[in-house]
């Protein structure tokens, strides 16, 4: 499946990947990939980080639901509603301006910086919760060869674990998640 290209329409369907994995979780608490996450807390990741940072550069505020800790899914549910509504509605058109990343269109933005953690925080609830781990390899691809480029800022960020090593022909999916710092084959 190839995403689609617009970053509305791509929002869409990453989130409704995130969305099924959400929804097939049974156990919160089930350790994830990230050293001292639950699943709860890849939900709690996602709907914490992103608003702050909408605002820091729009000052737009995005409808919150209830804690992660309280209810994982309607606190996505929420969340995943208020962002996609923000692609699809005239605030898109708002000035994105933030200090660290310089002025982008809105869409591009929420693509760059938000669509593209949702996409590889789905392959942590899905690790964490025992569902379909299976990313869009065209996706996986693109975010790979972008972030290669720009590996040191990246881990200098504090972001990115120390990428994990994998055989120098495993799939792209693989390759992803080794250079994030995930243990794709462990």
Known sequence: MTLPAAPAERHRAVAAGFTDRVRG????????????????????H???????FLKSATGLVLDRGPSPE?????AWQVHADAVQRL?????????????????LPLPDA?????TSDVFMHTWDLARATGQDERLDPETCADLLAGMVPIEE??????QYGPAVPV???ADVQTRLLA???RDPLG
């Open 153 to 158: 800022l990246l881990r200098s960020s504090g």
């Open 167 to 169: 055989p120098a022909d």
């Open 110 to 114: 929420v693509d760059r910086f938000y």
């Open 46 to 52: 996602l709907v914490e980080w992103f608003p702050e």
């Open 25 to 44: 979780a049974s156990d919160w608490d089930a350790p994830a990939p990230v050293t001292g996450w639950r699943a709860r807390d890849v939900v709690g």
């Open 70 to 74: 309280e209810d994982p899914v309607a």
């Open 87 to 103: 692609l699809d509605g005239p605030e898109a058109a708002t000035p994105f301006r933030h200090p660290m990343v310089g002025e």
């Open 179 to 181: 250079f994030i710092g």
